[in-house]
């Protein structure tokens, strides 16, 4: 009854394959107490970061550590590991400029994933959004491209 009150949810996917990680274990407390704003973490096991959603790549920080995907004023924030922005660029390549409309699952960046593991504090990335109505599809294990949140 009322189904339409609910309003159409957004789908995020998995940015990358890997272990699925609460957000409140993350080693850094910008995200760790929702700072910059909720979601999961991943620990990846492959290289490539996609996009979580369909949109716009709205930013792609200089060092290559994180980037901004946006649709409808829903941001979402793929950071890849902590402290990584201290390694100045050293294992990341941007595939994708700013401003380029995305597609879920188009690459984004890529990382030396060795080299970032033995350098960064972590590597455990979190995936946060600008709402605070999220649901959250928890599984141990993720695949690129997987359901891991939907937003109200």
Not at 29 to 53: H, L, Q, R, T, Y
Not at 122 to 131: D, Q
Request: aromatic share 6%; with cysteine.
């Amino acid at each position: 009854m009322f189904g339409w009150l609910k309003g159409k949810k957004t789908a995020i996917y998995a940015p990358v394959a890997g272990e699925i990680i609460d957000l409140g274990d993350v080693p850094d407390e910008v995200f760790s107490a929702k700072m910059a704003g909720d979601g999961i973490a991943i620990k990846p096991s492959e290289n490539i970061f996609c996009s979580p959603i369909d949109g716009t790549l709205t930013k792609v920080f200089p060092t290559n550590h994180a980037f901004v995907v946006s649709n409808n004023g829903l941001e979402v924030i793929v950071h890849i590991g902590i402290d990584t922005v201290e390694l100045n660029g050293n294992g990341f390549t941007r595939l994708v400029n700013e401003g380029t409309s995305v597609k879920a699952g188009d690459s984004i960046i890529q990382i030396d994933l060795p080299l970032v593991s033995s350098k960064a504090k972590s590597i455990v990335t979190p995936i946060v959004v600008n709402s605070s109505k999220i649901s959250i599809h928890s599984q141990h294990k993720v695949c690129s491209g997987d359901l891991i949140m939907e937003v109200n």
